[in-house]
């Protein structure tokens, strides 16, 4: 039996009838670890002894049952395993061992899963090909000459290479969606308030979402069933219903409206991924669903909106930073210094550069100017979707408008920040999206097309998600 | 626009060499220079968003909680000791 090949429902089915022993699966995906993550980089810390004893402890246990028993997860190494080793990618974190579990890890935990390890990111989840981890960069298992996206990097590279089943990312402008595209994975970003956000290290704080990455939409809304919920830690979180996601994928539209942004064209996006976003068009309409034109002008200043809102909610939540109650010491006799010390030392250059951004755009004088006019936009952007959502269901775009870049290729932050466009304007409007895998370009790197939900109808969004995966297999 | 990068770093509490502050400080003038197209946007009548719309904010119970463990924080830190941080002098001698 190819482990690799069963998916979570599976899984868990033979595990509780005792076809398949825990032990196997996580020893199945320790060996494809030990094999080739010397190669492809995806994780910073497997464990193994834990993940071990763990799937023991599963298969001596006559009572047998879990959405996730005995299926493998890695977690993005910016949230919260209580007694593990916590960087965020970061040098400043050095030493740091959580003290506590994140929501969503008790929530996994609960349900059997079994945590094999953290994966590698961008510092502080801020960067788009997880070139910006303190520590190593992370390769495409599909080419590793390329970058696998980021900044969940090792997350959607670690699911690829069935090194994971299933990963946990987080998304404040697509860093969940943008490297499944790059990795021809499957990346949901739950609706804002949909997952605790207790226990993820804070970026911008009205944007981040932790998502699940998986190889299939089943998988995937399995897990988002698991981590959902209203947390009395985390007041942003909704009292909206949790549904067992999965069993809303009938693969029936007919009569749904897919919405087209109609200045979707001014955009600059890669020849084939745009003829593979107008095949998934056709495919809809194959099944169905109607195409609606949709218009949202607003839609070019979103990257603008972003990269004044998410560095400013950075530059605030990155000032606990600072030597004294935990990670990396710098080294001064005065306070102050100590501060600048640990932090210069501590933090790399695009952290740097977007907690300086962030602290020009609060600064007195340029607030009304930045922050208040972004803050301001934001609204005319949310506005826009709310006014498309009165005539569709589901909004499609690329999930980039490139596949995967090179190492090295993106020599200006500029560049870098423009491969999250359509990602973007999603995490600003606090909706669901997913990206699912949709064909190759020439050079066989996976193009991935995102579909964007209402607030809170991820049982929607991931139907829909589930009919392109299915005809993508005829593609 | 031009911008004074060692007021911004002081407020960050960051130092950068001489060396770093001549990229940091084109990349963070072609950054906001992009931010330039904002100035189309005609906002007056808008208002900021900062959360979500059905978001509403929820208190908790005033009720005591086991909640983190001084054990586990005087792991993080040697210097923590008697529940307080000890830091470096802030007075001058």
């Not at chain 1, 464990?47 to 997860?73: C, M, Q, S, T, W």
């Not at chain 1, 090792?154 to 969606?177: F, H, P």
């Not at chain 1, 560095?311 to 030597?323: Q, T």
Request: charged share 30%; glycine share 8%.
């Amino acid at each position: 039996m190819d482990i690799t090949a069963l998916s979570v429902s599976q899984i868990v089915s033979k595990i509780k009838t005792k076809e398949l022993k825990a032990k196997d699966v996580v020893l199945t995906y320790l060996t494809n670890i030990d094999r080739l993550d010397s190669e492809i980089k995806a994780y910073l810390n497997v464990f193994h002894d834990y993940a071990l004893k763990r799937a023991e402890e599963i298969d001596n246990n006559p009572n047998k049952k879990g959405l996730l028993l005995g299926v493998p997860v890695a977690v993005k190494d910016n949230i919260s395993v209580k007694d593990f080793e916590l960087t965020a990618g970061s040098k400043i974190l050095k030493g740091y061992i959580a003290p506590f579990d994140a929501t969503v890890i008790e929530k996994i935990k609960e349900e059997g899963a079994i945590i094999i390890g953290k994966t590698n990111l961008d510092e502080f989840a801020m960067g788009s090909s997880t070139e910006n981890s303190a520590f190593f960069k992370t390769k495409n298992p599909v080419n590793t000459e390329y970058v696998p996206g980021g900044s969940s990097g090792g997350s959607a590279a670690a699911v690829k290479a069935n090194e994971t089943l299933i990963a946990l990312g987080s998304d404040t402008g697509g860093s969940v969606r943008q490297p499944a595209s790059f990795c021809g994975v499957v990346g949901l970003k739950p609706t804002y308030g949909r997952v605790s956000r207790y226990g993820l290290v804070a970026f911008g704080s009205s944007l981040d979402v932790i998502g699940p990455i998986g190889k299939s939409v089943e998988d995937v809304a399995i897990t988002l069933s698991v981590i959902s919920g209203f947390d009395l830690r985390d007041s942003t979180t909704a009292k909206v219903p949790v549904l067992n996601f999965e069993t809303y994928l009938t693969g029936d539209i007919k009569g749904k409206k897919v919405g087209l942004i109609k200045e979707i064209q001014n955009f600059k996006i890669q020849p084939e991924v745009e003829e593979a976003f107008r095949k998934s068009l056709e495919i809809f309409e194959k099944n169905g669903a109607e195409i609606v034109e949709i218009s949202m002008p607003h839609l070019k200043y979103a990257l603008s909106v972003y990269y004044i809102v998410a560095p400013s909610e950075a530059s605030a939540n990155l000032a606990r930073y600072d030597g004294v109650r935990y990670g990396f010491e710098g080294n001064a006799d005065n306070l102050r210094d100590f501060y600048e010390d640990t932090r210069t030392k501590g933090f790399g250059s695009e952290v740097k550069r977007r907690i300086l951004i962030g602290t020009f755009a609060l600064s007195e004088g340029y607030y009304d100017q930045y922050y208040l006019k972004a803050s301001k936009v934001r609204r005319i952007i949310f506005e826009e979707f709310k006014r498309a959502f009165e005539i569709c269901d589901v909004i499609l775009t690329p999930t980039s408008p490139t596949t995967a870049f090179r190492f090295g290729e993106k020599a200006t932050p500029l560049e870098m920040y423009l491969s999250d466009v359509f990602t973007i304007p999603v995490n600003l409007a606090y909706l669901p999206a997913i990206s699912v895998p949709f064909g190759v370009d020439s050079k066989g790197l996976p193009i991935g097309i995102q579909m964007i939900g209402k607030w809170f109808k991820e049982e929607e969004l991931l139907n829909t998600a589930y009919v392109l995966q299915e005809e993508a297999k005829h593609v | 626009m031009k911008i004074e990068l060692e007021r911004i770093e002081k407020l960050a509490a960051l130092k950068l060499d001489e060396n770093e502050r001549g990229s940091m400080l084109k990349d963070l003038e072609d950054i906001i220079n992009y931010f330039e197209n904002l100035k189309e946007v005609e906002t007056d009548s808008i208002e900021p968003m900062v959360y979500g719309e059905k978001i509403e904010l929820v208190l908790r119970d005033d009720i005591v909680e086991d909640s983190l463990h001084l054990t586990d924080l005087k792991r993080l830190r040697e210097l923590f000791g008697d529940g307080f941080f000890r830091v470096r002098r802030i007075i001058g001698e």
